[in-house]
Nanobody, 122 residues
Framework: QVQLVESGGGLVQAGGSLRLSCAAS????????MEWFRQVPGKEREFVAA????????YYADSVKGRFTISRDNAKNTVYLQMNTLKPEDTAAYYC???????????????WGQGTQVTVSS
C-alpha cells in the first residue's frame, strides 16, 4: 500500500496562489496515476486533477482548468498541484490519491493521503 503525505495548504486571499505537494512512499511511484480531490463539509469529495505515471497525460476538472497545474517528479516520489488565481469556492480539504488506474470518482481501490486544508478568503 502506498502511503501519501500532503503539505502546502493554508490561507490565501482570492487571486493568490498556493502549491500543494504530496510525497509518496514505495519504489514503484512511476507506475501510479496520481490525483488530487477536494472536499468541503457536507459535500461529496470531487475530482480536481490527475497525472499519468510518466507525467505525459494530465486531466482536470472544468472548474480548475487554466488555473491549476498538476505535475510530478518521479525521482522525488512527489506530485504537485500548483493553484493560481484562487477563488473562495476553491476552499476545501485537498486530498492526494494514487492508483494504478485513473479514477475520477472517489474510490477505495487506491491510497489516500490525510488531506491538507486550503482556505481562500474574499
Amino acid at each position: 500500500q502506498v502511503q501519501l503525505v500532503e503539505s502546502g495548504g493554508g490561507l490565501v486571499q482570492a487571486g493568490g496562489s498556493l502549491r500543494l505537494s504530496c510525497a509518496a512512499s514505495g519504489r514503484t511511484f512511476s507506475s501510479y496515476f496520481m490525483e488530487w480531490f477536494r472536499q468541503v463539509p457536507g459535500k461529496e469529495r470531487e475530482f480536481v486533477a490527475a497525472i499519468s505515471g510518466s507525467g505525459v497525460y494530465t486531466y482536470y476538472a472544468d472548474s480548475v482548468k487554466g488555473r491549476f497545474t498538476i505535475s510530478r517528479d518521479n525521482a522525488k516520489n512527489t506530485v504537485y498541484l500548483q493553484m493560481n488565481t484562487l477563488k473562495p469556492e476553491d476552499t476545501a480539504a485537498y486530498y492526494c490519491y494514487s492508483a494504478l488506474f485513473l479514477n475520477k470518482t472517489p474510490s477505495n481501490f487506491g491510497s489516500w493521503g490525510q488531506g491538507t486544508q486550503v482556505t481562500v478568503s474574499s
